[in-house]
């Protein structure tokens, strides 16, 4: 049950993101021209949803309560001065995730 | 010997195609055993490392995927879940159309593996001399897949062979879109995108509770974009 609930997901996960990818090459593939509405979407989304997705990650912290969301700030901060200072994705990614575990398991 | 069995310049372009995909391979394999890691620590072993990263191949994508799997997500909250965290790639494709007009017999394989990295590199220029740009096309979607596939095999083998505290391992996502976000900060002039991704979020956050506020926060994004049309689009 569980397993078959699983293998669901997997397949709907895989599905969504697969036409998502085939359909705007479906739908605006042809000769017709791409709305301008559209193109304008795909100029100002990507930052509206990187940062939307960021909100998320962080979505469970209890700022009145536990840690008050310290480990979190601190690790978050830790990124992005690693990236602001090296500029290195996988050190940044890597640094904040290590100190953000260091955190949790032994600081708080 | 002459080779007759390959047209010329099929290894170059395959050379240069690895070549060109070292930067994504050092990020897949590393994303890669992260995401396997974490899989594995929800109960999620090899098997389905291996399946989830041939089958979707999208990394943000199947780290929120782990979540789903664990808290046993409904099939319409996962496939909601899947527009907004893939949303994006309706938009490369829309950038994607006339580059990939051309590109028959790989095209099918090249739109199913444009992810965010694959993405960059192919946008970035054109091919030397000597460089069969479609193979260039098919080999790099391809390296890319591979290094992401093995990645994430390694990471659930190395957190089904070693028993170590993985708490906070799942921070490795917040990074990821920390990262992203700050490097698409960087690369725009006018911030008011970004701003209302992290503002309507947040309020949404406040008002519907950390369960139910992705998809009013996805909706009022859209919406206040669409208000500032006139404004945001001559920047």
Redesign the interface.
Known sequence: M?QI??I???????A???L??????LI??GKRK?PA????????????????????????INFLAGSHGL??LI??AA??GL??WKNN??L???G??VL??V???VVF | MKQTTHSPGSGRTLTYAFRQSLPVMAGYLVLGIGFGILLNAKGYGVGWAFLMSVLIFAGSMQYVAVGLLASGASLISAALMTVMVNARHLFYGISMIDRYRNTKPYRPYLIFALTDETYSLVCSGDVPEGVDQNRYFFYLSLLDHCYWITGSVLGALIGSLFTFDTAGIDFSMTALFVVVFLEQWRSTENHTSALIGVGASVLCLLLFGPSDFLIPAMLLITLLLTLLRGRLAQA
Do not use: D, K, W
């Open positions: 569980n609930h699983s669901l997901l997997v397949a709907v996960i895989a969504v993101t697969m998502l990818r085939f359909a705007p090459f605006f593939g791409t509405f559209i193109t304008y979407l795909s100029a100002v989304l990507p930052c509206a949803i990187m940062g939307m997705l960021v909100v998320y990650c962080l979505r469970n480990p979190e690790a978050c990124v992005a990236h602001l994705t996988l940044s990614i890597a904040g995730t953000y575990m955190l949790v398991q």
